[in-house]
């Protein structure tokens, strides 16, 4: 079947396919996302002569080694278009608006420059560009003119993605594939062989592209290592984008306020966050914009913004998981980030079930045609614009009892998705509809057992969600992970308590246990109550170590979306640099909107030298969705911190509280806590309670 299956997919579709081992070849030792190794596969090797597909492969192989550059080699590549004066280079590519010079720069990941003088017309309307970057081909200029700011230019710059797709020819194509063939072509594209995958598996593969062709639509996979749950998002579309841990802001996702311009949710079909275990959110705020737009596309964050890019939310699981549902303790979601509530769960549309995928293998790649992933992608991306298939969804479909709102919402978003994949300008027969409908709710299901499980009540209790088929019968849907797991079906209310102990026939009273140290860092337990900090006094002496601007201040900083600096003394490079720690600080702390510093300048030279140190913390500021005012003021006196929280700091030295080094690498050069300080006095005060009369302090 295979053989006859690519001859078909070279005879409808001629130009548009690739032979998938050719990839694998050529992948190995790169970086480089397939879709563009298969842009120059799709240039170099389009035969079937096994002489000329070798001559393609090395020519292929001759481009990567002379215009491909390695991170390492980036020395290597910029003294080559200095000696030769230009070169053709394919890397990864972003521009950005630089405040401060009023004008746009280029960025070369691999080249290793980040001002790259760039022509408008390669950027100008270009939002993926201004955003997260794009492959390209690009020529760069060495530039000789010793006054300019630059050293490389940009000559040319080509895209590498498809230049033009036809919808209808991408149709009448498909019409003439089965539902099976298709599948299977999908699943080669992806550059896995087919016979290796049950049919379930397939679907498993396909679900995983339904954020690419459905709009707004929110799915979760977690599961083991090595099974291939980030690679469509990095290597398959050039319309999504991956982010690898670390910390997701409102500003990044959504709309920075101070920049006015939104997100990446603004560029992108998808945003997949990769280890979303280990995504931290520290500002409030993003989680609930991140609700308002799972629910419905749109937020509002200082402006009224509606998109139209999909969630993926891809993470680990290092449990068993038998031993997670039939655990009354823990859940199937125990490697969500802490901010991840029951709100945020609800709005999944589908748990995909990373456990049930086999580990990457070699034996696994097709050595097959498929489609130029560029090409598929393309039409992925065609649909998400252009296409809804929500009515006819909605027609042909009739729930169960226990269906509430979300669970149809998320049900219907996968049998659309679906459709879109496999069925794209046609129908599937009634057998396949009920296929799909069956699969889609399996994936909610798991969603809402997952719920379930963690709500002292029964919110989330419906979880017999079923559907009624093309002959009328209804269908209740199981997940087959838990389909025979008291602990999941039918969980114990309460919450802390302990688990049963399932090898005794009647349960045991419940006795307070202690939870494993390795569970305990990963579920989600009732939060505690926190300690308030109070307000103190205290003295500083002179050569003591230990107090760092977060080990001080931290504490008080929960609500403080605005924070007033007033110190004088901010005259002197190093003291600067100790307003800019204290700012880091407060965008680690990821709540604070607007600070502002009072200081004042005792000579034009002063002015002259601090004030552009201080104009780039303000624009590097803002990237951060937080607005400096630097105020100078020719009576400042005080030193002293105001935060809107009510929370007050008066400092007797200010920010300058440190010593300063004689050597930039001694310990403590830039780790605070351990940086000697100078001798001086603290009070930290609630400004509604007023500042505290000036005794001895404790």
């Known amino acids: 079947m295979s053989e006859t299956l690519s001859q078909k997919l070279t005879t409808i579709f001629p130009g548009k396919n690739v032979r998938k081992d050719l990839l694998h070849r050529i992948k190995k030792g790169t970086n480089i996302p397939s879709f563009v190794l298969e842009f ?26 002379e215009n491909y550059v390695r991170p390492s080699e980036s020395d290597t590549a910029q003294s080559k278009v200095a000696v030769t004066k230009s070169h053709k ?27 790259i003088a760039i022509p408008e017309k390669y950027y100008k309307g270009q939002n993926r560009i201004l955003e997260g970057g794009i492959w390209a081909e690009v020529r760069l200029g060495y530039n000789d003119v010793e006054e300019d700011k630059y050293t490389f230019y940009v000559e040319d710059l080509r895209p590498i993605q498809l230049s033009k797709f036809d919808w209808d020819e991408f149709v009448a194509g498909r019409e003439q594939f089965t539902r099976d063939e298709w599948l299977d072509v999908v699943v080669r ?16 593969l396909m679900a995983r592209m339904i954020p690419f062709a459905e709009k707004n639509y929110n799915l979760v996979e977690l599961g083991p ?44 079909d998808t945003i997949a966050f990769d280890e979303v275990g280990g995504v931290k ?28 890019a999909s969630f993926a939310f891809i993470g680990n699981i290092d449990h068993s998981i038998k031993s997670l549902v039939n655990s009354e303790r823990h859940d199937l979601f125990i490697s969500l980030p802490p901010a991840f509530d029951l709100a945020v769960m609800d709005r999944f549309h589908f748990y995909l079930p990373g456990w049930d995928m086999p580990k990457n293998s070699s034996e696994y790649l097709t050595q097959e045609y498929g489609f130029i992933t560029d090409y598929l992608a393309e039409a992925f991306h065609y649909q998400a614009k252009n296409v809804n298939r929500y009515e006819y969804v909605s027609r042909r479909s009739k729930f ?74 209804e269908r209740v849907v199981f997940c087959p992970e838990s389909k025979n797991a008291a602990a999941t079906q039918t969980p114990v209310r309460g919450g802390l308590e302990d688990e049963v102990d399932e090898a005794k026939p009647t349960p045991e009273p419940k006795q307070k246990k202690e939870v494993s140290e390795e569970l305990a860092t990963q579920v989600a337990i009732a939060p505690q ?30 609500g403080a979306e605005e924070v007033i600096i007033e110190d004088p003394y901010i005259r002197k490079k190093y003291q600067v640099n100790n307003f800019l720690r ?79 080094l004689d050597d930039w690498m001694e310990i403590g050069s830039t780790n605070y806590d351990l940086r000697p300080c100078k001798a001086f006095k603290v009070s930290i005060y609630r400004q509604s309670e007023g500042k505290p009369q000036d005794d001895e302090d404790e």
């Open 400 to 473: 169960g009892k226990d269906f509430q709102g979300r669970d149809e919402a998320g049900v219907k978003k996968t049998m659309c998705g679906l459709i879109k994949l496999l069925h794209p300008g046609c129908e599937p027969t009634p057998e396949e509809f009920d296929e799909y409908m069956e699969y889609a709710i399996e994936g909610r299901r798991r969603v809402k057992e997952q719920m379930n499980k963690r709500k002292p009540d029964d919110e989330f209790a419906s979880i017999n969600l079923s559907f009624f088929d093309h002959e009328g019968n």
């Open 189 to 204: 594209t992806i550059g896995l062989k087919p016979s290796k995958f049950s049919f379930k598996q397939k679907l498993h």
């Open 89 to 115: 280079f394919i890397d990864k590519v972003h521009v950005s608006f630089k405040e401060k010079e009023k004008r746009h720069w280029a960025e070369m990941e691999n080249f290793g420059s980040k001002r």
């Open 225 to 268: 290592r090595g099974t291939g749950k980030s690679y469509v998002f990095s290597e398959f579309s050039p319309f999504s984008t991956l982010i690898s841990g670390g910390q997701a802001s409102s500003a990044t996702l959504f709309y920075n306020n101070s920049k006015k311009a939104v997100g990446l949710v603004g560029y992108w």
């Open 529 to 558: 109550e926190i300690e308030e900090p109070k307000p103190k006094r205290f003295k500083v002496g002179y050569n003591q170590t230990g107090y760092s601007y977060e080990s001080l201040f931290g504490p008080y900083l929960k």
């Open 582 to 660: 204290f700012c880091e600080m407060l965008v680690t702390h990821g709540q604070t909107r607007k600070i502002t510093l009072i200081t004042l300048f005792e000579s034009k030279e002063e002015a002259l030298l601090i004030e552009p140190l201080l104009q780039s913390i303000q624009s590097s500021l803002r990237e951060h969705d937080i607005e400096l005012d630097v105020k100078v003021d020719p009576h400042a006196h005080d030193r002293e911190i105001r935060m809107s929280n009510d929370w007050a700091i008066d400092l007797g030295r200010g920010l300058d509280m440190y010593q300063v």
């Open 40 to 65: 120059l596969l799709a240039r170099y090797c389009a035969s079937d002569d096994e002489d000329e597909i070798q001559g393609g492969l090395d020519a292929v192989l001759e481009v990567l080694q």
């Open 281 to 308: 959110i520290k500002d409030p705020n993003t989680i609930t914009i991140m609700k308002d737009f799972m629910a419905n596309g749109r937020f509002s964050r200082g402006a009224d913004v509606i998109a139209d």
